[in-house]
């Protein structure tokens, strides 16, 4: 089996989802379930439908999560030592050479990805642009729109 890099924060999200299902919404909706029966004929009873089919969905989400967490491998960059290096996990720094735009991003495994809170996945362009350079290093990614040059202005392990 192939594992999966994840943040330590990432790991810890699913493993909260995965509790609050099973603690939470799983008994909330075998509640639901138990009470649209007591209504009687299932046949035209909407609640008891639309409360199975929330139960097939929290079921399938379960099963997903915990098949996402067996093939997990959970890496903290902050017990890693600092090298300047561009690793997954590491947040990045860096400078748009034609724009002198700075942004800031924190490479992590598929599933955390979030461009918006500044996260992007392994896989993306830019970190498969930057993943093995260094501070100082100039990185080529290629967009859509042509090629953007980036300046690796700081390597942080947060």
Known sequence: MKRVPMTVAGEKKLRDELNHLKTIDRPRVIGAIAEAREHGDLKENAEYHAAREQQGFIEGRIREIE??????????????????????????????LDTEATVRYQIVGDDEADIKAGKISVNSPIARALIGKEEGDVACVETPSGAIEYEIAEVLHI
């Open 67 to 96: 098949h996402k967490l067996s093939l997990v491998q959970v890496i903290d960059v902050t017990v890693i030592d600092h090298t300047g290096k561009v690793i997954f996990g590491t947040t990045v720094e860096l400078i748009n």
